[in-house]
């Protein structure tokens, strides 16, 4: 992204300034119609993308491309201000919106209607969508959109299921353009009307100061811990992934002090880099703001996002116990300890008034107003309102200076929430909206359903193994709310056709495109944990999904037992979240290799297969813990098998510190 300076960094704060007014206007009064609300909106995305990212990256570097002064004016601009052609591209993109918002209600009252100019605004619409989703995320969503865009042409010509009868370029374009399952529809309207004030308001909170109280909790209550460094990055990451809703954004943000800390302090580089790449990824799916996929699972279900809140509660709460088990048992096997109690921040830091109530007033409005059923929008409008009110008032001294510092400091969040986040999210929903529109005007969810199916036997087993690969494979090179959509377009009817929940149909689904980040070969929230870390990518791959292990085996689960998903009787819920909570531990025992000893590989097996009887329902989870029991005897007796199964020595890792 340019770092823009000079008038184009003011056209810039005027475009944001004006669009967060127009967002928290419509949060907290009514909606417009999806039309003229996604035309508002996409017209500033459209201008913010184009005017931040270049035609190519390369202008970004140092030094910069040795273009001549005319092709850099013209054609890639600087590192500081756009070209010409991102001026005609802005100027294109814009114009098409200017047409619906101007013309919305005709368009609406005469369905079927239209004409030559329609079309073309509608190509040079799709064209600049998939342009800028290019410019600001890579060369990946644009080409999955356009593929679908040529099956949807082509589909009389393709034999078998996948055929259809297909769509003139003239049909599409009439329904990308002027209907409200094309460009204008659910996901366009719910980032402009739902997503969008949370985007801005995670930013605010961390230009605030909210960031140090998070990682200030972070460090007294998980440095305490054995393996301390590490369970400050799993409780700070979680915080973080609430507001950020980006595993890699969560990487870059935490990782840039946990993963020196965690070097500094005993774990090796790989290790540190799994661990934050694994809490960070956890970090969508934690309440009660959970990723922007989340959001659109609410309408998708036509449930209160409230309810979606609710569920994730143990899943998550799951997911990161198994990464804390999985550093606990590290560290033992390397003998590293807790962290410095120089490090570890005292009581009355922490609760110093104007940091503490800077971020407990805020989080407790958003929260409290959440649970009371109040509409989502509501909620994070009138909570970015309180936070910079809040820290007007309390965030330090009184003098203008001061107060003046305070105001630049909450529009450096605003402008960067928008700037960083929203401008391309708009843009990159808008563009997937496309590809969406043409699943479902060729059936192809339904397709596809049908085949998962048939291929499985009507096996519900193997048709979740087939609906976590295309989940997973999707994630790759994808956002997470970009996979989610098009994965839950595709698998969902499956799912539900073969009798499970819609809640955790949708909850599966999500958690796979998560858990792509983690996932080789395009595991890009690791990748990221490297390039701070150094050190073999693969094996911190290996690690962080070692650690992760909670993502890939909680969905197998909460499909099927009800109470993971807080549904059900309190006693049901409180035992099944107590056996999987035990069941973490024995599974990282396991895969790690370790738990009070090295483990032989029959002990490894066995606390393994108990972890997972431990998960399931009813008296299994009984035989799990007998099970688990066997192998923690095996282990504390030292049973052995000479060369069959002979115990390894004990690792000590070189960088040991001293508590």
């Known amino acids: 992204m340019r770092s823009l300076t000079g008038i184009w960094k003011i056209i810039a704060g005027i475009i944001a300034g004006v669009w967060g007014i127009f967002i928290l206007y419509t949060s907290l009064t009514v909606a417009l119609h999806p039309l003229l609300q996604g035309g508002i909106s996409l017209s500033f995305g459209l201008a913010l993308v184009f005017i931040a990212y270049p035609l190519t990256k390369s202008v970004l570097k140092d030094p910069p491309p040795s273009h001549s002064s005319i092709l850099r004016f013209l054609v890639f601009g600087t590192k500081k201000s756009p070209s010409v052609l991102d001026i005609i591209i802005i100027a294109l993109g814009i114009i098409p919106c200017v047409y619906i918002m101007i013309n919305w209600e005709e368009i609406v009252r005469n369905p079927g209607v239209y004409e030559t100019h329609h079309l073309v605004l509608g190509a040079i619409l799709v064209?600049?969508?998939?342009?800028?989703?290019?410019?600001?995320?890579?060369?990946v969503i644009p080409l999955v959109v356009l593929g679908f865009v040529i099956y949807a042409i082509v589909g009389p010509s393709i034999p078998g299921t996948f055929g259809h009868s297909g769509f003139s370029v003239d049909e599409l374009l009439y329904q990308f353009y002027l209907m409200t399952e094309g460009i204008w529809?659910?996901?366009?309207?719910m980032t402009s009307r739902i997503i969008a004030p949370f985007v801005i308001f995670g930013p605010v909170l961390f230009a605030t100061g909210v960031g140090k109280v998070f990682m200030d909790i972070a460090q007294a209550w998980g440095g305490r811990m054995r393996g301390g460094p590490g369970h400050v990055a799993v409780i700070s990451s979680s915080f973080f992934g609430m507001l950020s809703g980006s595993s890699v954004a969560n990487v870059a943000t935490t990782g840039a002090f946990t993963i020196p800390t965690m070097k500094k302090l005993g774990f090796p580089r790989e290790l540190a880099a799994g661990v934050e790449a694994s809490a960070s990824s956890g970090g969508q799916i934690m309440p009660p703001i959970m990723g922007a996929g989340c959001f659109i699972m609410a309408e998708f279900l036509n449930i209160p996002y409230t309810n979606i809140m609710i569920a994730g509660i143990i899943p998550a709460i799951i997911y990161f116990v198994g990464i804390s088990?999985?550093?606990?048992?590290?560290?033992?096997?390397?003998g590293m300890g807790k962290l410095p109690k120089e490090m570890i921040p005292s009581l009355k830091e922490i609760l110093k008034a104007r940091v503490f109530f800077n971020f407990i007033i805020p989080i407790g409005t958003l929260?409290?107003?959440?649970?009371?059923?109040?509409p989502p929008q509501i909620c994070a409008a009138w909570s970015l309102i309180v936070s910079a009110i809040t820290f007007l008032i309390i965030g330090g001294g009184y003098s203008l200076k001061e107060i003046w510092q305070r105001i630049k400091t909450i529009w450096n969040g605003y402008f960067d929430g928008i700037m960083s986040a929203l401008a391309w999210l708009m843009v990159m929903m808008s563009c997937v909206q496309v590809a969406v529109t043409v699943i479902s005007l060729t059936g192809f969810g339904v397709k596809v359903s049908e085949i998962i199916i048939n291929l499985s036997g009507h096996n519900i087993y193997l048709?979740?193994?087939a609906a976590m690969l295309t989940a997973i494979i999707l994630g790759m090179g994808m956002t997470t709310t970009a996979a989610y959509v098009i994965a839950a377009a595709v698998l969902v009817p499956a799912m539900e056709g073969m009798g499970l929940d819609p809640l955790a149909s949708h909850m599966f689904i999500f958690y796979?495109?998560?858990?792509?980040?983690?996932?080789?070969?395009?595991?890009?929230?690791?990748?990221?944990?490297?390039?701070?870390?150094?050190g073999n990518w693969l094996r911190a791959a290996w690690d962080s999904m070692r650690l992760g292990i909670g993502g890939y085996i909680m969905p197998f689960f909460f499909v099927f037992v009800p109470s993971f998903l807080m549904k059900g009787s309190y006693d049901d819920i409180i035992f099944h979240f107590i056996g999987a909570f035990v069941a973490m531990f024995t599974i990282e025992a396991g895969l790690m290799g370790f738990f009070t000893k090295p483990l032989t590989w029959l002990e490894r097996i066995i606390y393994f297969v108990g972890g997972l009887f431990l998960m399931a329902p009813g008296y299994y989870t009984f035989i799990g813990l007998g099970i688990?029991?066997?192998?923690?005897?095996m282990e504390k007796f030292n049973f052995q098998i000479p060369v069959i199964l002979k115990r390894p020595q004990q690792l000590v890792h070189k960088y040991k510190y001293t508590q």
């Open 127 to 139: 064209l600049c969508l998939l342009e800028g989703t290019r410019r600001s995320l890579g060369v």
């Open 185 to 189: 529809g659910l996901l366009t309207d």
């Open 325 to 334: 088990a999985g550093i606990w048992i590290e560290a033992g096997r390397y």
């Open 367 to 374: 929260t409290a107003l959440l649970f009371s059923f109040y």
């Open 463 to 465: 048709a979740l193994v």
């Open 512 to 534: 796979f495109a998560i858990k792509s980040g983690l996932t080789p070969p395009v595991c890009i929230a690791v990748f990221t944990a490297v390039a701070i870390s150094g």
């Open 628 to 633: 688990s029991a066997v192998a923690f005897l």
